[in-house]
């Protein structure tokens, strides 16, 4: 059981650890706590060496008062003996309460020791406390060297004074733990202020969020940019503009279905009624004729129902984009061979002109059901007996795909409306959905291409389509 509980133990501290990490308080809490525990981190140190400092400081201070306590108490007798009588007030100076022990040492000029220990430490300068070793204790030690009236002129004695380090580490520890505790309670207080701080900052972004979840499914109204800070308006702003686009692709997608019902519904009924009249017939001939056209109407369905799936994969978005490598010469040439019975059975020319491989980068099926739709147009609209010539030319920036026929052509002031879908010239006989230019338009924009409209030197229409050219690599597999 135990070995049970402590891998659910760990998964939930998992599963807390990831979403605390994930928490926007969390991590702006830590950006701010945790860069200000590393400046104390390094205060502390510097605290530390200042109280060490400063206990060495204060230590050295009463060192030398001791030690000139001691040496003004050093006399010379008439027979030029040097005595001292230590008085009692330069060693009950260190007795604060820490058991701290006292060593002095008096030596005259010449060596002689007065009074003390002769084996006490020698510091390397004079007036200048020390760290060492004395009866396997460590002191601090510090020497003063003294005029004595009655001694040869200019002679001094030496008093050296050495006191164990309790009381100065007592000093040293309460001075690093002051600022301890006032340095941690400023991390708290900062951590503190940095929650209320955060919370409160941190209340338009929760009525945003609020705003968002009490809109309906259907709502997309934009949001004030003034109820969150000035930081937060450029997401605020981003976010309407994205509902914007949200809102007018829900449009096209409504309008597209309406439309889809609209062109489907005709169709569908026309199929239903011959299908009843053919059930219906008993002479052959009208059977026949019945059934003929038919599939005649149901071609037609599965023509329009083709376009509609092809307009909406070459929709922005609908799919995940392709960066084929395509060959515009091979790929038409390839669509060409597909038409070539449906020419010759309405006795159109069909022609082809290109002289070399050009090589363009984008959606190798949609492009070639951009080439589909622009022949299938062609050839519908051309009378029979009528020509069509296609051509595929590559220039330093663009490859250039023209489509000309000498049908009706398109009149100048409709000649940017039959890019919309479903739309279809007035008193023209040949009968389509009114989605080929429409697919055409979506798969050139979506290859960051152009395309435009006009007549042919016959008087019917010409389509350029540019496409960015690209160098052959031979890395790369090529469609066509």
């Known amino acids: 059981m135990a070995s049970d509980r402590k891998p659910q133990t760990q998964s939930k501290f998992r599963r807390l650890w990831k979403r605390l990490s994930e928490s926007l308080r969390v991590q702006l809490l830590l950006w701010i706590v945790l860069p200000l525990i590393g400046v104390i981190c390094v205060n502390l140190v510097i605290s530390f060496q200042s109280a060490e400092a400063t206990a060495d400081l204060v230590s050295d201070q009463l060192l030398l008062a001791s030690a000139r306590v001691i040496a003004e108490a050093v006399t010379v007798d008439t027979n030029g003996t040097v005595a001292v009588d230590i008085p009692p007030a330069a060693l009950e100076m260190f007795d604060i309460g820490h058991g701290d022990r006292v060593f002095y040492r008096v030596l005259t000029a010449w060596g002689t020791l007065v009074s003390g220990f002769d084996n006490l430490p020698e510091p390397k300068?004079?007036?200048?406390?020390?760290?060492?070793?004395?009866?396997?204790?460590?002191?601090?030690?510090?020497?003063?060297?003294?005029?004595?009236?009655?001694?040869?002129?200019?002679?001094e004695v030496?008093?050296?004074?050495?006191?164990?380090?309790?009381?100065?580490?007592?000093?040293?520890?309460?001075?690093?733990?002051?600022?301890?505790?006032?340095?941690?309670?400023?991390?708290?207080?900062?951590?503190?202020?940095?929650?209320?701080?955060l919370q409160r900052g941190l209340t338009p972004v929760l009525r945003?969020?609020?705003?968002?979840?009490?809109?309906?499914?259907?709502?997309?109204?934009?949001?004030?940019?003034?109820?969150?800070?000035?930081?937060?308006?450029?997401?605020?702003?981003?976010?309407?503009?994205?509902?914007?686009?949200?809102?007018?692709?829900?449009?096209?997608q409504?309008?597209?279905?309406?439309?889809?019902?609209?062109?489907?519904?005709?169709?569908?009924?026309?199929?239903?009624?011959?299908?009843?009249?053919?059930?219906?017939?008993?002479?052959?001939?009208?059977?026949?004729?019945?059934?003929?056209?038919?599939?005649?109407?149901?071609?037609?369905?599965?023509?329009?129902?083709?376009?509609?799936?092809?307009?909406?994969?070459?929709?922005?978005?609908?799919r995940r984009p392709?960066?084929?490598?395509?060959?515009?010469?091979?790929?038409?040439?390839?669509?060409?061979?597909?038409?070539?019975e449906t020419a010759l059975r309405r006795q159109i020319d069909l022609g082809f002109e290109a002289s070399e491989p050009a090589f363009v980068e984008g959606d190798g099926p949609m492009l070639s059901e951009m080439i589909v739709n622009l022949i299938d147009n062609a050839l519908r609209y051309t009378p029979v007996g009528g020509t069509?010539?296609?051509?595929?030319?590559?220039?330093?920036?663009?490859?250039?795909?023209?489509?000309?026929?000498n049908g009706p052509g398109i009149p100048d002031d409709e000649r940017a409306k039959v890019f919309e879908r479903f739309y279809r010239i007035m008193d023209v006989q040949p009968e389509g959905s009114g989605l080929g230019l429409a697919i055409v338009k979506e798969v050139v924009d979506g290859a960051d291409g152009t395309v435009s409209l006009g007549a042919s030197p016959s008087g019917g229409l010409t389509v350029d389509i540019k496409l960015p050219t690209i160098k052959q690599d031979r890395s790369e597999p090529v469609l066509s």
Do not use: C
Request: aromatic letters at 4%.
């Open 125 to 155: 300068k004079e007036q200048v406390g020390e760290d060492a070793m004395f009866r396997d204790s460590p002191v601090r030690v510090l020497t003063l060297n003294h005029p004595v009236i009655g001694l040869a002129r200019d002679a």
């Open 158 to 197: 030496s008093v050296s004074v050495a006191v164990t380090l309790n009381g100065e580490r007592a000093m040293r520890q309460r001075l690093w733990l002051s600022d301890f505790t006032k340095q941690v309670l400023l991390v708290l207080v900062a951590g503190f202020v940095a929650i209320v701080g």
């Open 208 to 252: 945003l969020r609020d705003a968002v979840r009490e809109q309906g499914r259907e709502r997309l109204d934009p949001f004030s940019p003034e109820t969150v800070q000035t930081e937060l308006r450029p997401l605020v702003h981003a976010l309407n503009d994205y509902m914007e686009r949200v809102q007018s692709q829900m449009a096209a």
């Open 254 to 318: 409504r309008r597209f279905v309406s439309n889809a019902a609209h062109q489907l519904r005709t169709p569908l009924t026309l199929v239903a009624t011959q299908a009843s009249f053919a059930a219906r017939e008993q002479d052959n001939d009208r059977r026949n004729e019945a059934l003929q056209a038919l599939r005649s109407s149901t071609k037609q369905l599965a023509r329009l129902a083709s376009q509609l799936l092809t307009l909406s994969r070459a929709e922005p978005g609908s």
């Open 322 to 340: 392709r960066r084929d490598r395509v060959d515009m010469t091979a790929a038409t040439r390839q669509v060409l061979d597909t038409y070539a």
């Open 388 to 405: 069509v010539t296609v051509s595929v030319s590559k220039g330093d920036e663009w490859v250039q795909l023209r489509v000309e026929d």
